[in-house]
């Protein structure tokens, strides 16, 4: 996959309300993610955000609510998780995204995700999807 870009000057033309998106995720992630956004200066945090909005428009993933998800698990397994060759599990989720529906397979991988993280903790749960 060719990886899209998105510069800050585009936002506004991606969707009527792209800056007001960015802005909200960015104080979501501030709020939910106080150990892996706390640091980052408002800039840092926008351009993690429009990195994400990037990565889930070249997977074909465009609902807000489903990009959020995608921003959560970056936040969770990092910047690039779906790259990581430690997260095997995650990427063909993405890849599937835009045939199989977008908000089914983010719904899936976030599932699956979420039971990794049991797993990690000694929680239990499978790793099904």
């Known amino acids: 996959m060719t990886p899209l870009r998105i510069r800050a000057a585009q936002v506004p033309t991606i969707a009527p309300q ?8 960015s104080e979501h992630l501030r709020a939910c ?16 955000v429009l990195h994400g909005l990037t990565k889930a428009i070249g997977y074909g ?5 489903d990009v959020c998800k995608l921003l959560n698990l970056m936040c969770t397994f ?5 790259l990581d060759p430690s997260l095997p599990w995650a990427r063909p989720y993405l890849e599937d995204a835009a045939e199989r529906g ?6 899936r991988l976030y599932r699956l995700a979420r039971s990794r993280i049991d797993e990690a903790r000694g929680l239990g749960g499978g790793a099904g999807s």
């Open 102 to 107: 977008p908000t089914l397979q983010i719904n």
């Open 61 to 65: 993933i465009w609902s807000q609510q």
């Open 18 to 25: 792209g800056e007001a998106f960015v802005a909200r995720a």
């Open 33 to 48: 993610f106080p150990a892996e956004c706390g640091e980052l200066d408002d800039e840092s945090l926008r351009e993690l």
């Open 78 to 82: 990092g910047r690039d998780f779906d």
